[in-house]
T-cell receptor
């Protein structure tokens, strides 16, 4: 079956630090890959997506590249802000939209 | 445009009771999915509906059921509640089902937090 593994957390950074959150997946076929973000007390917001190998998704300074050879979709941001503090979920989807999520990574950014 | 709306926001029930959660999708979206998010974990897929028909079901017991109405809104029912059913229940809508990635992207509501005592 499909599965997603995220790096162990939580992650604590100072403002303007570089962020990497690792994500690897196992899937049959050719899934689409997503990063969702969950702010305290809220639902999930789509952050970025990639639909095929070597695609790069980007949004709000965050980037992730679909690496089929390493089955990875690592999230990066060059300079984090306090407002980026949230829980980040890596997810995959087959052609019918059902999402399989990783366990989530808590990010805390200090001023 | 309004996003996905869920009601109620919070709910407290006791073991053995039944609960109904409601979801209204984004206008124009015809597919609704339900997920359970236990504290500290990622969401787990429960159901997906499209055009009022069940299109997918996750690994949940028969105590969980759902339906979709002609206006594409949806209800999730859970019978004989257990302490382990305490979670955030998320509803997501997408434009369609099985018609390419762009139309299957899921947009989430804020969720209903269910506490079972």
């Amino acid at each position: 079956g499909n599965s997603v593994t995220q790096m162990e957390g939580p992650v604590t950074l100072s403002e303007e630090a570089f962020l990497t959150i690792n994500c690897t997946y196992t899937a049959t076929g050719y899934p689409s890959l997503f990063w969702y973000v969950q702010y305290p007390g809220e639902g999930l917001q789509l952050l970025l997506k990639a639909t095929k190998a070597d695609d790069k998704g980007s949004n709000k300074g965050f980037e992730a590249t679909y690496r089929k050879e390493t089955t990875s979709f690592h999230l990066e941001k060059g300079s984090v802000q306090v407002s980026d503090s949230a829980v980040y979920f890596c997810a995959l989807s087959t052609s019918y939209g059902k999402l399989t999520f990783g366990q989530g990574t808590i990010l805390t950014v200090h001023p | 445009d309004a996003g996905v709306t869920q009601s109620p926001t919070h709910l407290i029930k006791t073991r053995g009771q039944q609960v109904t959660l409601r979801c209204s999708p984004i206008s124009g979206h015809k597919s609704v999915s339900w997920y359970q998010q236990v504290l500290g974990q990622g969401p787990q897929f429960i159901f997906q509906y499209y055009e009022k028909e069940e299109r997918g079901r996750g690994n949940f017991p028969d105590r969980f059921s759902a339906r979709q109405f002609p206006n594409y809104s949806s209800e999730l029912n859970v019978n004989a509640l257990l302490l382990g059913d305490s979670a955030l229940y998320l509803c997501a809508s997408s434009h369609s089902w099985g018609q390419g990635v762009a139309k299957n992207i899921q947009y989430f509501g804020a969720g209903t937090r269910l506490s079972v005592l």
